[in-house]
């Protein structure tokens, strides 16, 4: 196989005829539904984007299990400026999409196995190493998409897994058959998994001696036996589903959350990567996470471009382009988010070498980078929505623009800066209401909350990490202390 284009992406993921629950439906073709398709949209612009001549250089590296070229989206990272070319590229498919594309989690997840295997091998003897080079080297060779499952639904906050009233509320091993091993469980918050070949699923957090059942990490395929996806709600989805598309904002791409149900799904041994190396666990998710904080440096920035643009292209429509507070609001907006992209390139310039031979993220800087995230994107929106002024929140619809009578009416008494029609005025107003209120907030508001951890999180690795005694120390020995 080799590199794919973004529509045999899209015949490859048709046919692994999946299934959902869609708002109270089961709809037979999952990829035409009206909530699925921009999402797929937005997962085929990564695959587009490797074989535009523009971007390919960006997009394509030779892998390190073979000598062949694949999709950035699938690279183990063989050095710092890998590290910094994977943000490079998630800020511009933020760019481009202006909206979560769905491919890191996968990647960043593969990244986290390869070197917690490495190491789990060393110390227990076990061969999961080899098992997912193998794994992987099949990835990047199809040029998959693969979903990295962490979240579990936890259940009751207070209780570990073993105390649960349901032990599923954790994923876990609940048999063991020749050859293989049953899980049971579910995953949350699964970005893009209705539009992935595989998953592979990961323990949420750091188990303990008597957890083992739920120190499990092992790849499926989405089409496996067993499973269910019931799609996630985002606000104002189904204006996707109306006639006239103007009041979606986002005009080609979007997002997808789906919860995720492993109801006994059987998992061959040779797909199985950690299966009760508890010591290990906290390790995995440690990894994943930082990666995928790491991530949000890039996406978020990209993104962030696409509101900060929209918000300047509304004030020269508003005709206030040259007010001074507006410039500054402008000024403030891309000093936010520019922040944020340097901790991004920061975490990954600084980023080191594993014992497997991968390059893992500045761990410290990763997670900086991130609780700036759960605030910036807010602050940028808050700004955003200042500028663009309260039509934002009352704007008549699309359908309504192409009633004769009051369709005249909009014309008329939404014009503002004559350099531009009323309905391209209404077009940027709707962008912005998807990123700041509508679809496009869930990628870019509750997500950079959430996603990759909430900032309680980044805080508790951030303490971790920061090395305090021996700033104390420092201190001590600075001043003549004892
Ligand atoms: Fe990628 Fe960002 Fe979406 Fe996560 S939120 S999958 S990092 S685009
Ligand atoms: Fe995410």
Redesign the pocket.
Known sequence: MGLKKGDEYLKSIKSLRLKAHVLGEKPGDLPEHGLVEPSQKAVAFTYDAAQDKETRDLFCVESSLGKDVVNRFTHLHQSADDLVNKVKM?RY??VQTGC??????GLDAANAIFSTTYECDQKHGTNYHERFKDYWGWIQQEDLVVDGAMTDPKGDRSKRPVEQPDPDLFLRIKERRPGGIIISGAKLHQ??MLNSHEILVMPTLTMRPGEEPWAVCCAVPTSAEGIHYIYGRQASDTRKLETYKLDVGNPVYG?QEVMTVFEDVFVPAERVFLDGEVDFSGVLVERFASY?RQ??G???AGVGDVLIGATALIAQMNGVDKASHITDKLVEMIHLNETIYSCGIACSATGEQTAAGNFQVNMLLANVCKLNVTRFPYELARLATDVAGGLLGTMPSAADLEDPLAGKYIRKYLAANPEYATVDRMKVLRLIENLVAGAGAV?YLI?SMH??GPPTAQRIMIRRQAKIDEKIDRVKAFLGIK
Do not use: I, P
């Open positions: 998630q498919c933020g979560c594309f769905q491919r890191c989690v970005t893009g997002g995928h991530s949000y890039g996406c978020k990628g997500e996603g990759a």
